[in-house]
């Protein structure tokens, strides 16, 4: 077991499990039990950690949270006309200029 990562809450560390395991990558959420048990930090302050049960596949996982975590400037949309795909900070096309038309 190796630590990968502590999630802001318990729904996000939900959703980082789901997307290692959609990539075949065993992990577990532990809530801070055992930080509260060593130390002064109130169960409520610990945040929830995922663990990797295989320590090998460390480097991949982090690639996938990274892009995970990425801000939602970053994603693209895709174009209606041309199906080239563009930054959410384009309004049009790059690729045609037809203006963007729906979210997603
Ligand atoms: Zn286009």
New binding site residues.
Partial sequence: MIRLYQAQDLPQAQLVIDMLARHGIAAKIYNGNAAAAVGDIPFTHAYPEIWLVEESDFKRSRQLIAEFEKPPSDELWC??????A?PVTFET??????ERLTDG
């Fill in positions: 174009c209606e006309h041309c199906n080239e563009s096309c790059w690729n045609c200029r037809r």
